[in-house]
C-alpha cells in the first residue's frame, strides 16, 4: 500500500511539473499579434501571426500566408519578399 502512495504522488509531481511548463510557455509567447494579408500572382491569402517584435510577426504570417499561395521554392521566395497588402495589430 504504501509503494502506491509514492507511486500516486510521483505521478502527481509529474503531472503539476508538466501543467505549469505548458501555464509558462503559453504566457511567454509572443508578445505582438497581427493579421497579415499578402496578394501573390493576383491570389490574396490573410494569416494571423504572434511574434516578439512586428517584424517577427509579419515574417511568420507571411510564410503561412505564402504556402497557400505559391507553388515551388522560387515562388515561395518571391512572396515571402513582397510587401503585405494589409497589417492589422490586434
Known amino acids: 500500500m504504501r509503494a502506491n502512495i509514492g507511486v500516486q ?3 502527481g509531481v509529474l503531472l503539476v511539473g508538466a501543467l505549469v511548463l505548458i501555464i509558462w510557455a503559453s ?3 509572443g508578445g505582438v499579434t497581427g493579421e497579415i494579408c499578402i496578394t501573390y500572382n493576383g491570389l490574396t491569402e490573410c494569416r494571423v ?4 517584435t512586428e517584424e517577427e510577426a509579419i515574417r511568420t504570417a507571411a510564410d503561412m500566408a505564402c504556402s ?3 507553388s515551388g521554392m522560387t515562388e ?3 512572396c515571402q519578399s513582397s510587401t503585405p497588402t494589409s497589417v492589422t495589430w490586434q
Do not use: K
Not at 501571426?49 to 516578439?52: C, D
Open 9 to 11: 504522488v510521483g505521478v
Open 27 to 29: 504566457a511567454s509567447l
Open 49 to 52: 501571426a504572434s511574434g516578439n
Open 68 to 70: 497557400a499561395l505559391a
Open 76 to 78: 515561395r521566395i518571391n
